[in-house]
């Protein structure tokens, strides 16, 4: 989180219906948005991030990616910036991944609404939807050698430097 906002103008975390808001890193400042419907997956709530979001490019990261690198971060704005494109996502292997994503939100906005009404709820067909640029893996481990950007913790053990095992 503190990442994120050492890059972009407002943080918004987009919440599930009803959930509690969480506790913040202490000088992060966030704008709480609820997601309107229950478990219909991370691309609503994209889109409910995207609805209360008022700027032209919006960046999307997961609640569960600490180790996001802010040069990486720019780096994606500056290629959405400059090029004729609606998102901007990173190359890492054989394909781009779905998070950190940069979007252009009017047409972004667009899509995400079509593909929910067809039954979709992933993030990445949102990408394949629009024009997107894909920043290369040279380019961004450059700034992030370790690859830490793509990060995300599903279980304690995925902290960095966390030990594997069980928690108790």
Known sequence: ?????E?????????APGADHPAMPPGVTVRMVEDATADAGPLAGVLA???????ELAMVV??????????VLREMLRVAIAAPVEAVALHDGDGFWPL??????APATEAAHVLLHEGERRLRALAQRLRIAIVDETTWRA????GVTL???DVPSDLPGASPGPIA
């Open 1 to 5: 989180m503190l990442r994120l906002a």
């Open 7 to 15: 890059v972009v103008g407002e943080v918004l975390v987009v919440l």
């Open 49 to 55: 991030g995207l609805g209360a979001t008022e700027t």
């Open 62 to 71: 997961g609640g569960d990616m600490p180790t996001l690198v802010t040069g």
């Open 100 to 105: 950190p994503l940069v979007l252009r939100v």
């Open 143 to 146: 700034l992030d050698p370790r």
């Open 151 to 153: 990060a995300d913790v």
